[in-house]
């Protein structure tokens, strides 16, 4: 299953960790791939996380079933996703309580107006023993002409265990998200005969302030032990993106930086 799935998302399994979801029965392969170029490996295993919650979406579409509630039966909490002292106590009911709480302050069932759609994607982090349980609602609105995606508005809600300094906290999971869009939709280069096509700011697109979207962060009250936010909010943010276009225009994304040109081709393919 999700060796299948991972090639349909442009995703190696390099770095693959699961979520921490019950499925009864899976079936894993490890592929190794060789590249002339240097490869660094993305923060947080995002692609990783891209591939995984993405397809999770397809699933819940493909099964007739709502996405977060189809996520919620999965996040169960049992046998090795139940959890660990001392970081990760609770496992995989942490992971719901964010997941149900960013769906209820998004407005997850509110109507939307033609060409914009709610996308959900969760995850806790990077590492099983040290995660961070994080959901993310995107809502975007999709230009079926140009397939020019904006991004309106970023929700996520964090589980991080006991905050030290939630000013900074704020700031780190709100500097992680606008990278998190940065490199889902502005990001991205080529090589060109060996050598990188752009090599300065003046080509390489990054995520422009005029291009900010409103992002509401909240964080779960907890006294557990207080674990990373370095990195896990960059990798939320393109699947619920990539889902979130999904829901408004009914086109599935598999490929990352999200670019126009991408979005009018799913649509044609779509019609």
Request: hydrophobic share 45%.
């Amino acid at each position: 299953m999700f060796c299948s799935m991972l090639s349909r998302f442009g995703v190696p399994t390099i770095g693959m960790r699961l979520e921490p979801i019950g499925f009864a029965h899976y079936k894993m392969i490890w592929q190794t791939g060789h590249s002339d170029q240097v490869i660094c490996a993305l923060v947080g295993a995002g692609w990783t996380n891209w591939a995984v919650e993405s397809f999770m979406d397809e699933a819940a579409h493909a099964v007739g079933v709502d996405p977060v509630a189809f996520r919620l039966r999965l996040l169960n909490g049992v046998g090795r996703n139940s959890g660990s002292a001392p970081n990760a106590v609770g496992g995989a009911h942490r992971q719901a309580a964010v997941l149900a709480r960013v769906a209820e302050e998004a407005g997850w069932h509110s109507p939307m107006t033609n060409d914009t759609g709610l996308g959900v994607a969760t995850t806790f982090g990077q590492e099983r023993d040290m995660p961070t349980w994080l959901a993310c609602v995107a809502r975007v609105r999709v230009d079926r002409t140009s397939g020019r995606v904006t991004v309106e508005k970023l929700t996520l809600v964090i589980d991080a265990g006991t905050l030290i300094q939630p000013d900074s906290a704020t700031a780190q999971v709100e500097g992680a998200a606008l990278w998190g869009l940065s490199m889902a939709l502005h990001e991205g280069s080529e090589f060109l005969e060996g050598q990188p096509k752009d090599t300065n700011l003046d080509t390489y697109t990054l995520l422009r302030m005029g291009d900010v979207p409103e992002v509401e962060i909240e964080f779960l009250a907890s006294t557990e032990t207080p674990v990373g936010l370095g990195e896990a909010a960059t990798t939320v943010v393109a699947p619920a993106i990539g889902n979130a276009i999904f829901a408004a225009s009914g086109a599935r994304l598999r490929h990352l930086p999200i670019r126009p040109e991408a979005v009018r081709q799913a649509l044609t393919h779509r019609a």
